[in-house]
């Protein structure tokens, strides 16, 4: 059965640590690895990785995927209060049709 | 540029009861996907539709249907609501399958069934 797996579940840290997320997929026909935010409702997307071995960066955030372990990390430095926030990976399978298998998220909390 | 919007924004039905919600997608994407989320949980495909065809269908029951129409807009339909059904229900959309895997969420629907 697929699957997507996070860890860990939930992450309180202070301002200016820096964090690593968690995700580890099982996938029929994986095609990329998407990460998304969640604050309040909608989750926005942060990045899609394709390719084993090459970052992703966008500003302090940045990501990786290793397609032969099966895994990736999201990597957040400098955390600020506003990064508090669900992070949910998810595998694309199936194709062309690309749709998401989801994990069930890491919960960041930043304290001041 | 509007992102996906989806109508309503929260509503509260009773066991038994139909209803249906509603999806703008982004101009110019094409592909539209529903997704349930629960409390807890991340979001869990429903269906996705392509040029007013479905083109995927997760492991729900038949009580739930969808359906686009010409503009790429969207409708998910749930019958005989049960309380399981309660859920944050997510719009996505994406410029077309065969073009990218990238999807853009609305910020959904509160279903609540009593």
């Known amino acids: 059965e697929d699957k997507v797996v996070q860890s860990p579940l939930s992450l309180v840290v202070h301002e200016g640590d820096t964090v690593t997320l968690n995700c580890s997929y099982e996938?029929?026909?994986?095609?990329?690895l998407l990460w998304y935010k969640q604050e309040k409702k909608a989750p926005t997307f942060l990045f899609m990785l394709?390719?084993?071995?090459i970052e992703k960066k966008s500003g302090r955030l940045s990501s990786i995927l290793d397609k032969k372990e099966l895994f990736s990390i999201l990597n957040i430095t400098a955390t600020q209060t506003g990064d508090s926030a669900i992070y949910l990976c998810?595998?694309?399978?199936?194709?062309?049709?690309?749709?998401?298998?989801f994990g069930k998220g890491t919960k960041l909390s930043v304290k001041p | 540029d509007a992102g996906v919007t989806q109508s309503p924004t929260h509503l509260i039905k009773t066991r038994g009861q139909h209803v249906t919600l509603r999806c703008s997608p982004i101009?110019?994407?094409?592909?539209v996907s529903w997704y349930q989320q629960v409390l807890g949980q991340g979001p869990q495909f429903i269906f996705q539709?392509?040029?007013?065809?479905?083109?995927g269908r997760g492991n729900f029951p038949d009580r739930f249907s969808a359906r686009q129409f010409p503009n790429y807009s969207s409708e998910l339909n749930v019958n005989a609501l049960l309380l399981g059904d309660s859920a944050l229900y997510l719009c996505?959309?994406?410029?077309?399958?065969?073009?990218?895997?990238?999807?853009?969420f609305g910020p959904g629907t509160r279903l609540t069934v009593t």
């Open positions: 996505a959309s994406r410029l077309a399958p065969t073009q990218s895997y990238e999807q853009y």
């Open positions: 394709t390719s084993s071995g």
């Open positions: 996938v029929t026909n994986f095609r990329s």
């Open positions: 998810a595998g694309a399978y199936g194709g062309s049709q690309g749709n998401l298998i």
């Open positions: 101009s110019g994407h094409k592909s």
């Open positions: 539709y392509y040029e007013k065809e479905e083109r």
